[in-house]
């Protein structure tokens, strides 16, 4: 379930210009340090189209070669791990996504499981710290939010 939301938050997410896609060009959806969803992912963005941009999926080992991230699913292989991984990202506009079942570590968008559903919280705040501005109809979805400033 989650590997399918990952993709789609692309459609719901504005960045600076300077870090739009070019014409052609695809979204970059990374899984920064251990990957969970595997093929599933791939299968995800495949299938997903925004405004004419393609979704690519990338593996990175570390925060290498993040900045040509527009998302980043974040997890480490301990809490701690993907804490440090976070704070690499920190001054780029990209997307950070966690889990909680990977540790108390929150990226901007940050799945959780609340009464047997996938729920997923939104820092706004961050997110418009590093230029990004996330739509007012992904930000109703969100099971809470931490609002812009």
């Not at 997110?127 to 400033?149: E, K």
Request: hydrophobic content about 45%.
């Amino acid at each position: 379930m989650k590997a399918t939301f990952l993709p789609k938050f692309a459609r719901y997410v504005g960045w600076p210009a300077q870090r739009q896609p070019g014409a052609g060009a695809p979204f970059m959806l990374c899984a920064i340090g251990r990957d969970p969803f595997g093929r599933l992912l791939d299968a995800a963005a495949a299938a997903e189209q925004i405004d004419g941009h393609g979704v690519m999926v990338r593996r990175l080992p570390d925060e290498r070669g993040a900045g040509a991230c527009h998302l980043a699913f974040v997890q480490g292989r301990q809490p701690a791990d993907t804490g440090r991984l976070l704070l690499a990202l920190r001054n780029l506009p990209v997307l950070t996504i966690t889990d909680a079942r990977a540790g108390p570590q929150r990226g901007m968008i940050h799945f959780t499981n609340l009464s047997g559903r996938v729920r997923f919280f939104i820092n706004d705040a961050e997110a418009a710290r590093r230029g990004l501005t996330i739509s007012s109809r992904l930000l109703a979805l969100a099971a809470g939010v931490t609002q812009r400033r």
